[in-house]
């Protein structure tokens, strides 16, 4: 079974289009986090929600908005894509911050 | 500032040998401390982590690591190295739902 899930896996899309990635997480954590991997590797988180609240947004270009409709569900919507927003994101989950993080598999975004 | 850093871009090591991977990091706060590994193409998985009490943590797969509060570091090491270890690794400090990560180090190991 499936921890932490990311669909779709990989993104290819135009500049300006508008997309979304979708997080699920089955270990009944109270809080989830998306984070960005540049390609050199370097991990930055964006945002965390605990309990479908909003409690970190690390000066995020408000483009992004992220959803959560329950606390299983962590969804990251993007709009007007930018060449700079390629990059694999990542969606984590946690049970009683601070605590292990269980990443998801990723989603590689390319904005040609 | 918050901040890691892990001096060490890339590591190789022969299958077989002992490996240490260093972590300093910079925090207001007594830090809760984190090591994570990725395979290519996959997530990352906690290796170990500390929060309190001693300062020598055990994790999976035979790592452990060591916090020392006056180096602000926390290096991760193991006795002998497996091919399957050949990753990359993240050290991350932080809590209260914010986490910074280092800028990571791949192991390459040796047949």
């Known amino acids: 079974d499936t921890a932490v899930s990311q669909t779709p896996k990989y993104l290819v899309t135009q500049m300006g289009n508008d997309k979304s990635i979708k997080c699920e997480q089955n270990?009944?954590?109270?809080?989830m986090y998306w984070y960005k991997q540049d390609s050199k590797k370097f991990l930055k988180i964006m945002f965390s929600?605990?309990?479908?609240?909003?409690?970190i947004n690390e000066t995020v270009p408000n483009r992004f908005s992220p959803k959560s409709p329950d606390k299983a569900h962590l969804n990251l919507h993007i709009n007007s894509l930018e060449l700079g927003d390629s990059a694999v994101y990542f969606c984590?989950?946690?049970?009683?911050?601070?605590?292990?993080?269980?990443f998801g598999p990723g989603t590689r975004l390319t904005v040609l | 500032a918050q901040s890691v850093t892990q001096p060490d871009i890339h590591i190789t090591v022969s299958e077989g040998a002992s490996l240490e991977l260093r972590c300093n990091y910079s925090?207001?706060?007594?830090?809760?401390l984190f090591w994570y590994v990725q395979s290519p193409g996959q997530g990352l998985q906690l290796l170990l982590k500390?929060?309190?009490?001693?300062?020598l943590v055990q994790g999976i797969k035979g790592f452990e690591a060591e916090f020392k509060r006056s180096q602000s570091s926390f290096n991760l090491r193991k006795p002998s190295v497996h091919w399957s270890d050949a990753a990359e690794y993240f050290c991350?400090?932080?809590?209260?739902?914010?986490?910074?990560f280092g800028t990571g180090t791949r192991l390459k190991v040796l047949a």
């Open positions: 984590a989950s946690s049970y009683r911050d601070p605590n292990e993080q269980f």
């Open positions: 270990l009944g954590h109270d809080t």
């Open positions: 929600y605990n309990n479908k609240e909003l409690i």
């Open positions: 925090y207001g706060a007594t830090p809760y």
């Open positions: 500390y929060f309190s009490g001693d300062t």
């Open positions: 991350a400090v932080g809590g209260v739902y914010k986490y910074i």
